[in-house]
């Protein structure tokens, strides 16, 4: 699959659950409750921190980030701006990517330690990996608040990208 469908795909994905999410009062947002980072804006957060992590490794700079979850107070409409900002990103630069830089291989060092080395187009599929990893933590929290989730399958978004 081509990397800038990928990114297309998170961006519509992630567009589906914020216009869901944007639904609940911000307290319900800052609950504490049995989940990764005890909260749906903290997961949410969490996930907008990594790919602005993957986004200074693509770019060759310094992220500045100390922990996968930065302790930094952020609105609702504040982490949804950055997101969506980020996933334009995202399908533009791999959009506009010359082909041959898809495998070309990015090294960078973990935040919690170590070295790692990925091409440009593994570090696409980790990024639509972990959100999809993370709006199933959220659909969870929304079933049990007998909120219907929306659809984010690959599959419907192929759907619907091949019909137009």
Known sequence: MKTETLAKYKKWADK???SCISKLPERELKKDRA???DNI???MHHVYAMDTVWKSHLNGIQHN?????????ISFQDLRNKQYEINDWYENYFSNLALEKHTESISFNFIGGGFGNMTRAEIMHHTVNHSTYHR???EGVLYQLSIEPPTTDLP???RLLSHG
């Open 16 to 18: 589906l659950l914020y």
């Open 35 to 37: 989940m990764l980072f």
């Open 41 to 43: 804006l903290s997961l």
């Open 65 to 73: 980030l100390q922990s996968r979850n930065p302790d930094v107070e």
């Open 136 to 138: 199933g933590h959220i």
């Open 156 to 158: 419907v978004f192929l």
